[in-house]
């Protein structure tokens, strides 16, 4: 069994049947799809040079605010996300857990996150495994209120609600991001 445990074929099973809302976000999810075919070791941290990860946009709960982290190696701006762990049951509770860790937000819950992605992202993390080494991220929603106790975490030089329309990052995958997550918020 892989380090991540028993997530990897419920991974496998969501991307197969999850519905992207572009061709481009077709074409990640058909990567996605035949690295974890391949792959068993697919949301593992040692799988090289890819491996999936996952994270959460929290958004306030008329989507006007977004709480993003600023990630202590990459010294930017990020929603809140990660490794999968071997306790994570599926991706949906990797993206929860790390949004919890890395955010301070105890309220957070299985209730306040959509299970179902919003978008998949590929970037390059070097600082992660070396050169050539890819994220490719999994992300999902949650909610949360703006006045909720919010913490730094180790990962982090600081955690920070920002005006949804006012991001401090002009990174068009973040921007998307947000985009699709308050569209999503709007479905729900």
Excluded: I, N
């Excluded at 999810?29 to 068993?40: H, K, M, N, S």
């Excluded at 006007?64 to 701006?77: I, R, S």
């Excluded at 299985?110 to 970037?123: G, N, S």
């Amino acid at each position: 069994m892989s380090a991540a445990g028993d997530a990897h074929p419920r991974a496998l099973a969501l991307l197969r049947a999850w519905t992207p809302p572009d061709a481009d976000q077709e074409r990640l999810r058909a990567e996605y799809v035949d690295l974890l075919a391949r792959r068993t070791d697919g949301l593992d941290r040692s799988c090289h040079p890819d491996h999936l990860t996952a994270s959460t946009l929290v958004v306030s709960p008329d989507g006007g605010q977004v709480l993003l982290t600023l990630h202590a190696k990459a010294g930017e701006w990020f929603q809140l996300g990660g490794h999968v762990e071997p306790r994570d049951r599926d991706l949906a509770a990797a993206a929860l857990r790390e949004a919890t860790e890395e955010s301070g937000l105890t309220e957070l819950g299985q209730v306040d996150l959509d299970p179902v992605p919003v978008q998949l992202d590929v970037h390059e993390v070097p600082f992660c495994g070396g050169p050539g080494t890819r994220h490719l991220d999994v992300r999902f929603v949650a909610v949360a209120d703006p006045a909720a106790e919010t913490a730094v975490s180790g990962e982090s030089s600081d955690v920070r609600w920002w005006p949804a329309d006012d991001l401090p990052s002009d990174e068009a995958s973040l921007e998307e991001l947000v985009r699709l997550a308050r569209v999503r918020l709007r479905q729900l």
